[in-house]
């Protein structure tokens, strides 16, 4: 038997979601269904994007509302348009087989009217972001009176968006009596105010452990030199010809810039940020969704609620400067149970971050070493080959051409052709790739760079002498003296004593000296270390204080960009050419790799 029969599902709507490939429940709904077709419970589910968790609410809620009468309902609130829209198409079809079922999505920057309309006409579902929701109901145009359900779908990013207060507005026209389902990537102290406040006693169901990650994705950092930022990028980006890719960076400038540099150099980019219109966002996102775009550059806030499958790779650009955001970019890839990459571009200073995500997601971060020009040429290569093994040939189109082709080429051997039509393309990546320096570093290297640049300073920053100074929040006020501090190091790091050089104990912190060495290990063996529940930091020193940053930002520009074609580019990257090895994919078993459980409050 189906196993959504046996859930509780209906025939009509089974047969509606075997259309769509739903062959058995992802764990969320394998959990939640049951519970939620009881109508009885609030419901709190903890789940990323992607875990399948509009149907785990929208297949209990086509169970539960009466489609004879034509009033609303069920309320579903998100934060974007985006997802807004998405939800409502994913219930309609749902829905496919039901009788009568009206839902409508209101979001802002579209015609009110319309919404309005629909709205009169009579609707069973309401999917709304909150201030497009709020206006509606000050214009005394929907009567929530019947409402028996309220989803909150991803109430982590609503709260982020400053909708608390739409919110509360919104909840207090509902009955005292419904039902509230709220599902989050994450919970903050504020989405857990918002369950005490607005619910009983709720069921609570977390699938994966909270705040982590999707176990199928892999977690990669490079480090590399802020100045070789943009090459670095450009050539992890050469290397995974069939990316597929959101590129995360912190602001809207740097989003533009980035984009505006990938296209310069040939790449098919573009940027979504809140510099732009709806409507240039629209079209930004159609493009992307269509897989017209390769590189999609864009902001935490445009970036929320992009639910494309299928997206291969996240490249944190620069890191968030919130560490809880990390789990919503990188939950932009593998969706629906795919596999995806989340890559974070990092300097020596950025090292303490990782380790901070690390504890958050509950997953070590891989060290990747940034391709060297030669792996990339082959990578590139063998791409072309795949290519011209798998082209669509339009017999009818070429065929006319052909004896003239053929005469053209007649004086060269099939090894010739191949050698040559392949070198058409491979030419513009050896030209560009030629002489590329290595731009992997290791700790000790940058620091050896930054003692370069800087002469041989000494005081805050590293000495000369083959050690680092490195900084641990730590200090005399946690009742450590200078042998303590070398003992509590020690033993931590297992390194020797001998490794260790002048120790500058603070009140609230500690400067200490590594030799040159063993600083990896360090940084290793303090991964991650409580002290009395504090969470203990390893710094080069130098990072916290007013130097900080200094140096940072417009690394880019000054890029390996030496002379790469851009003739023909476009058609390198057009959407035509792109093999998609990751998507086509079905919808791989969701169970197994992660974590479940479930407990009441
Ligand atoms: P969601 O988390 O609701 O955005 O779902 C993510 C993707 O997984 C969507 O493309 C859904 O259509 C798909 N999906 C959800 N549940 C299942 C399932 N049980 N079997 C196959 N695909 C699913």
Known sequence: MNPFLELGIRHEVVNAISEL?????????EKAIPVLLTGNDDFVGLA???????AAFGLPLLEQLDFTQKHPQALILCPTRELCLQIAKDLEKFAKYIDDVHVVAVYGGANISDQLRQIRRGVQ???ATPGRMLDIINRNAIDFSSVKYVVLDEADEMLNMGFQEDINNILSETPDDKKTWLFSATMPKEVRRIAQNYMTNPFELTVGTKNTGNANIEHQYYLIRAKDKYAAFKRIVDFYPDIFGIVFCRTKIETQEIAEALIRDGY???????DLSQQQRDKVMKRYRERNLQLLIATDVAARGIDVNDVT????????DEVENYTHRSGRTARAGKTGISISLINIKEMSKIRHIEKIIGKPFEKKQVPQGTEVCEKQLFSIVDKLHNV?????????????INSSLEDLSKEEIIKRFASLEFNRFLDYYKNAPDLNIEARDIRGGERGERGDRRGDRASSNGYTRLFINLGSVDEFNRGEMLGYICNTAKVSGKSIGKIDLKGVFTFFEVQDAEVEKVFEGFKSIDFNGRQVRIEVSGEGRSDRGGRSGGGFRGGDRNGRSRSGSGERRGAGDRGRSNSGGGFRDFSGKRRESKNRY
């Open 125 to 127: 579902i309401v999917v």
């Open 392 to 404: 669509e040939v339009n017999e009818e189109q070429i065929t006319p051409f052909l004896p003239a």
């Open 48 to 54: 990323q994007t992607g875990t399948g968790k509009t």
């Open 313 to 320: 790779h996240v490249i944190n650009f620069s890191l968030p």
């Open 268 to 274: 098919n980019a573009d940027s979504l940020h809140g």
């Open 21 to 29: 490939g739903f062959e058995k429940p992802s764990p969320i709904q």
